[in-house]
């Protein structure tokens, strides 16, 4: 994670604006203090969503809808978009938002649990090109079997925040006791990431932290779901 807020400020400074829609979803949840991918990972998800030219994308962390609707505005026009969000405050926010976009009629939200949509998307074998995880840190290693199930071969997961800050480097000692099981799972995630049959991995240290992770191996037999 880049930790030189000059370098980080000059960075941004090359953004491009954004469309209108996207500048006031930004500005609503930056008020609001909702939690919103930063400028530099947004540009590095939109990029990958140019040079893989997903057909099916699924989210995992509506909030606002606020990725949800960069990558709307870069994916194929004959791409798709399935969100998910539990939190009703945020649920109303991004129905909003969406419906007030281009993209409304290829974007759907369900609303509910993460996990209990993975399971029903895994028993329905159903395929996705591109997958973006940035909801509950603590899920995210429970949830890895079901992602790599609904992965096709070839297709990219990105997953945010994975860094924490930089905590993820410490001591379970050095950390409250609140945050440890956060530290612990997301250590776990990524060691499971890194040395998993079938997923090659990169870490890359910008915004809180990204990995990206693509799916070389066809056989979904050797994946085990131990939920």
Same mark, same amino acid.
């Given at each position: 994670m880049?930790?030189?807020?000059?370098?980080?400020?000059y960075?941004?400074?090359?953004e491009?604006?954004?469309?209108e829609?996207l500048?006031?979803? $930004?500005?609503?949840?930056?008020?609001?203090d909702v939690?919103?991918? $930063?400028d530099?990972?947004? =540009?590095?998800?939109?990029?990958?969503?140019?040079i893989?030219?997903?057909?099916?994308?699924?989210?995992?962390?509506?909030?606002?809808?606020y990725?949800?609707?960069i990558?709307?505005e870069v994916?194929p026009?004959s =791409?798709?978009?399935?969100t998910?969000?539990?939190?009703?405050?945020r649920?109303?926010?991004?129905?909003r938002?969406?419906?007030?976009?281009?993209?409304?009629?290829?974007?759907?939200?369900v609303e509910?649990?993460?996990?209990?949509?993975?399971? $029903?998307?895994?028993?329905?074998k159903?395929n996705?090109?591109?997958i973006?995880?940035?909801? =509950?840190k603590?899920?995210?290693?429970?949830w890895l079997p079901?992602?790599?199930?609904l992965m096709r071969p070839? =297709?990219?997961?990105?997953?945010d925040?994975?860094l924490?800050?930089?905590s993820i480097?410490?001591s379970?000692?050095?950390?409250?006791?609140?945050?440890r099981?956060?530290?612990?799972?997301?250590?776990?995630?990524?060691?499971?990431?890194?040395?998993?049959?079938?997923?090659?991995?990169?870490?890359v240290?910008i915004?809180?932290?990204?990995?990206?992770?693509t799916?070389?191996q066809?056989?979904n037999?050797?994946?085990?779901?131990?939920?």
């Amino acid at each position: 994670m880049i930790t030189n807020a000059r370098l980080v400020n000059y960075i941004h400074s090359l953004e491009p604006d954004q469309s209108e829609i996207l500048e006031a979803v $930004r500005k609503e949840a930056l008020a609001a203090d909702v939690p919103i991918i $930063r400028d530099e990972t947004a =540009a590095l998800l939109k990029c990958l969503i140019r040079i893989i030219n997903p057909k099916r994308i699924l989210e995992i962390g509506a909030a606002v809808g606020y990725s949800a609707l960069i990558m709307a505005e870069v994916m194929p026009e004959s =791409a798709t978009i399935l969100t998910v969000e539990s939190y009703e405050p945020r649920i109303r926010e991004a129905r909003r938002n969406f419906m007030h976009s281009p993209y409304h009629d290829r974007i759907t939200l369900v609303e509910g649990d993460a996990g209990e949509l993975l399971r $029903r998307l895994t028993e329905e074998k159903q395929n996705f090109d591109f997958i973006f995880l940035d909801a =509950a840190k603590a899920q995210y290693p429970l949830w890895l079997p079901y992602l790599m199930r609904l992965m096709r071969p070839g =297709a990219v997961l990105v997953s945010d925040n994975i860094l924490q800050e930089g905590s993820i480097i410490e001591s379970r000692y050095q950390i409250a006791r609140r945050d440890r099981t956060i530290h612990a799972r997301m250590r776990e995630y990524l060691y499971t990431l890194k040395h998993t049959e079938g997923l090659e991995t990169a870490i890359v240290p910008i915004g809180d932290g990204i990995s990206i992770s693509t799916r070389y191996q066809e056989d979904n037999n050797k994946i085990e779901i131990g939920l």
